[in-house]
């Protein structure tokens, strides 16, 4: 896996995780 597909995967699960945690709230 090239570094630049990390960091997107990476950037798609932080925005899911607050998109998750801000529905929560």
């Known amino acids: 896996m090239s570094p ?6 990476r950037l798609n699960v932080t925005i899911s995780f607050h998109q998750s945690s801000s529905s929560f709230i």
Do not use: K, S
């Open 4 to 9: 630049r597909a990390f960091a997107v995967a």
